[in-house]
């Protein structure tokens, strides 16, 4: 079974604080994604990366950045965590041969 | 802007009925069409997909419809149970990447 997992499940920071997401996947994917899930939204792409240390912007990066350096290991960074960045974040994977996604269980993150 | 148009928001439907979620998309190099399901708590799941060469896949009760000159897909859950209440998310995909639906939410009434 494909594991995606994700560091917090829930998550609490300060307005202005610099925040970590933390992704793992256990299938030795090359893609990794990460999503941001609003109601009403459904989920929208901040980035993905293809290979270790290659990153693409999605739909909606600004106010983030991320960090592949190893394979199985993607993050998200925050790096001055707004109000408007309270969200539910999901960490996806997937293997080059395939268009299928693996999900982890997300992080909901609250700035207050 | 949101490459696929998901519809209803939501809906209720009771047991042993049909749930019917609609989707359109505008770009015609879109050759991947998945369906996931998500449950309270957890990360979606890929539930069913379709090529654009079929016009119909079925997997147990979901079936996806496919309509290639309409640029309309939809999902289609016959006999509907109560383990299937979820949010249910279309998607269109090229190469590796998927543009994601609004979300639809799905409540069967026992």
């Known amino acids: 079974d494909v594991k995606v997992t994700q560091s917090s499940r829930y998550l609490v920071k300060r307005t202005g604080e610099k925040v970590f997401l933390e992704c793992v996947q256990d299938?030795?994917?090359?893609?990794m994604f990460w999503y941001r899930q609003d109601p009403g939204l459904g989920l929208r792409l901040i980035y993905f990366?293809?290979?270790?240390?290659?990153?693409e912007k999605g739909d909606i990066p600004e106010g983030y950045s991320v960090s592949r350096e190893k394979k199985e290991r993607f993050s998200l960074i925050l790096e001055s965590a707004s109000t408007n960045q309270t969200s539910m974040y999901l960490c996806?994977?997937?293997?080059?041969?395939?268009?299928?996604?693996?999900f982890g269980p997300g992080t909901r993150l609250t700035v207050t | 802007q949101q490459q696929v148009k998901q519809s209803p928001q939501s809906l209720i439907v009771q047991k042993g009925g049909i749930s019917i979620i609609n989707c359109a998309y505008e770009?015609?190099?879109?050759?991947?069409f998945p369906w996931y399901q998500q449950f309270p708590g957890k990360g979606p799941a890929l539930l069913i997909a379709i090529r654009p060469d079929v016009s119909e896949k079925k997997e147990g009760r979901f079936t996806i419809s496919f309509n290639k000159s309409a640029k309309q897909f939809s999902l289609h859950i016959m006999d509907s149970q109560p383990g299937d209440s979820a949010t249910y998310f279309c998607?269109?995909?090229?190469?590796?990447?998927?543009?994601f639906g609004a979300g639809t939410t799905v409540t069967v009434r026992a």
């Open positions: 996806a994977s997937s293997p080059n041969e395939r268009v299928e996604q693996y």
């Open positions: 998607a269109v995909g090229d190469d590796y990447k998927l543009s």
């Open positions: 990366s293809y290979d270790v240390k290659m990153k």
């Open positions: 299938m030795d994917h090359e893609n």
């Open positions: 770009n015609t190099a879109f050759d991947y």
